[in-house]
């Protein structure tokens, strides 16, 4: 029997992943990353977070925090989204050609304090902290929580005006486009944290299937200087990745330390 990652605690996407419960992967699966026509053109995306990746064993990932990015930069709007026990899904009409950028963004905050002298722990947003935790409680230590879940799709030619960074949190700035990737070539991509280079970052890389493989077979590689890491894909198939990065430049007061997380799904294309 092969091993099976099992998580320490449970996950909870409704508004922020923090990262000691992050043993379970997050991620969003498009029905297709490259398409070609004219007419009638979408997809359907699943968000889940799950043991093996791609296949729906845990929970649903919420889609409040759902920012489509157009070919033109402006925002698009899903549709048919739902969610159930196990998966969230919606569907993303592509009307005009060039890249979409899908992405779940969040930034929230965990807490931890006494109360009574017992320990406690909060998750939510920023703004909710005054109100949901006691006035009374002690030793409070916030920690900001900012996490990018991202996926990409193309209609005809690949373009690049959805892929600017935002300038917040952790991000992909790709050199190489994000719906151009083949088996055997090398990819190079750069991280960027509030719009900089985040040099030093080690990004983990896991191909899809691991059901049906004894090992995890991950990789890790660490962005240089200028923030860049390259990658030479082994094979086809659809692959995730991820990177955390922690900091204290942080926005919600009281919180000493920011932690910022980004996550994405690619689709490797054979030679």
Do not use: C
């Amino acid at each position: 029997m092969k091993s099976v990652i099992r998580a320490a605690a449970v996950l909870t996407l409704s508004a922020v992943v923090p990262f000691a419960a992050h043993a379970h992967k997050a991620w969003l699966l498009p029905s297709s990353t490259v398409l070609s026509g004219k007419d009638d053109i979408a997809v359907t995306v699943d968000a889940a977070a799950s043991n093996d990746l791609f296949y729906f064993d845990h929970r649903p990932l919420r889609l409040e925090s759902l920012v489509v990015t157009g070919p033109d930069g402006a925002k698009v709007e899903a549709e048919n989204k739902s969610t159930g026990k196990f998966r969230s899904s919606f569907d993303l009409p592509l009307k005009a050609p060039g890249t979409y950028r899908v992405s779940l963004v969040m930034d929230g905050a965990f807490a931890r304090y006494k109360e009574d002298g017992q320990e406690k722990r909060w998750r939510g947003r920023a703004e909710n902290i005054a109100k949901e935790i006691p006035a009374s409680a002690t030793d409070l230590v916030v920690t900001q929580n900012v996490r990018r879940i991202e996926t990409f799709v193309t209609s005809g030619s690949p373009d690049d005006a959805a892929l600017k960074p935002t300038g917040v949190g952790l991000e992909l700035e790709p050199v190489t486009h994000p719906n151009d990737l083949v088996e055997k070539s090398e990819a190079e991509f750069k991280l960027v944290l509030d719009g900089k280079p985040a040099p030093g970052v080690k990004v983990e890389i896991v191909r899809g299937g691991i059901r049906y493989r004894n090992q995890l077979g991950e990789t890790t590689v660490t962005t240089d200087d200028n923030g860049v890491f390259k990658y030479t894909w082994p094979e086809a198939g659809m692959y995730w990745i991820e990177a955390n990065v922690s900091d204290d430049k942080t926005t919600i007061k009281d919180a000493k330390e920011r932690r910022a997380g980004y996550s994405a799904t690619f689709e490797v294309l054979p030679e």
